[in-house]
Each structure stands twice: as C-alpha cells, then as structure tokens.
T-cell receptor, first 115, second 109 residues
C-alpha cells in the first residue's frame, strides 16, 4: 500500500521550456502533497505544501510564479516549472500523506536537466 | 529555532550492527520518522515513533526518548544494499516535518 507515482522520471529540455511533473497517489487519498527539490549530495529541500482544493503554501525563497502547483484532486498534484533555466536543473520529488501524523510516501522523483 | 542533528557519515562492516543517532530540538513533537535514501533515488519510509521505546521491524529497529530529544536507528546484520543515507525527521506541533541532513552509511565488505 501507499504507492505514489511520479512522472516523468527524466526530462531533458531547452532553456525557456515549461515542464510539468505529475504526482499521483495510487492506492490512497492524499489530503496533503509535498514538493521537494534536491541538489546532488545535498539535503531534501521542501519547496511547497499543497492541500487538495486550496492554494499551495510555498517555502521562503521559492518563487510561486515560477513553480506552479495544482492539487485538483485527492490523488493528483502537478508541479509546473515555467520557463525553466539551467539553474532549475535538479531532482524534484513529490510526497503524499493521508493525515497529519501519517508518514509521507514519496514518488520516485523526476530528474530535470535544462540545457 | 528548530534543529535536528545526526552524524554526517558512518562506516560499518558487512554483517555487523550499526546505530545511527538523531537528536532534536523542535517546537512541539508529534512523532519521529526514519527514512532511507539510496543515491539518486527518492526516500523510502522505514519507521515512525511517537511513544518512548523501541520499535522493531526485521533487521531495523528505532528507539525514541522524548524526554531526551533523542532517537536512534539500529541496523543489524548489515548488507551491502544498506549503503544509503538515513534521514531523521520530526513532526513538530504544527505537523510540519523537520528534516535532518541525513547520515551517509558506508558498508564495507
């Protein structure tokens, strides 16, 4: 149980392109989903917290107009990196949880490379 | 401020036992999680402790002392595949997960 599917696994695209990443909870309803970014050999960095049907809460320093998050249903959240640039290249990981005191379950991550 | 401390790196021998410590200072406490993260992969959930004591799950056990702000993850019968980073994370009073920087565990034959 508690499977989270994240797509795509890899994206390589040109600078200026917008990239959409999907995160789905397959066998449970996720009240809250989270988006993280991780640079090589660094810690997980929380970008934003998303509750179904409401606006995402972004962490300090994360541009909400650049990283658009939509959480339209209890099983799907999307992250769109708009007009991506090489400095946006990173490993993006989503997670989902049912209730506040339940563990977060992670998707497999998306490796984004902007040329 | 909120703070979670765990060693940066540890080395152990295949077949041995290793204990990874985690100390925390957070605004409130609603539980502590341990995750495993292999290089280049996403974290996977290992354990959750909310009451004091030891939780055993196969080769892995996790211990919590709330009064000391302390937890450890115990790995027995180490295998090469256990080489990974181990992340300690605490759920604070607002149910926000505060992450440690992770402990990189290197297993040698």
């Amino acid at each position: 149980g508690a499977v989270v599917s994240q797509h795509p696994s890899w994206v390589i695209c040109k600078s200026g392109t917008s990239v959409k990443i999907e995160c789905r909870s397959l066998d449970f309803q996720a009240t809250t989903m989270f988006w993280y970014r991780q640079f090589p050999k660094q810690s997980l960095m929380l970008m934003a917290t998303s509750n179904e049907g409401s606006k995402a809460t972004y962490e300090q320093g994360v541009e909400k107009d650049k990283f658009l998050i939509n959480h339209a249903s209890l099983t799907l959240s999307t992250l769109t990196v708009t007009s991506a640039h090489p400095e946006d290249s990173s490993f993006y990981i989503c997670s989902a949880r049912v209730t506040e005191n339940q563990p977060q379950h992670f998707g497999d991550g998306t490796r984004l490379s902007i040329l | 401020g909120q703070n979670i401390d765990q060693p940066t790196e540890m080395t152990a021998t295949e077949g041995a036992i290793v204990q990874i410590n985690c100390t925390y200072q957070t605004s409130g406490f609603n539980g502590l999680f341990w995750y495993q993260q292999h290089a280049g992969e996403a974290p996977t959930f290992l354990s959750y402790n909310v009451l004091d004591g030891l939780e055993e799950k196969g080769r892995f056990s996790s211990f919590l002392s709330r009064s000391k702000g302390y937890s450890y993850l115990l790995l027995k019968e180490l295998q090469m595949k256990d080489s990974a980073s181990y992340l300690c994370a605490v759920l604070d009073s607002n149910y926000q997960l505060i992450w440690g920087a992770g402990t990189k565990l290197i297993i040698k034959p």
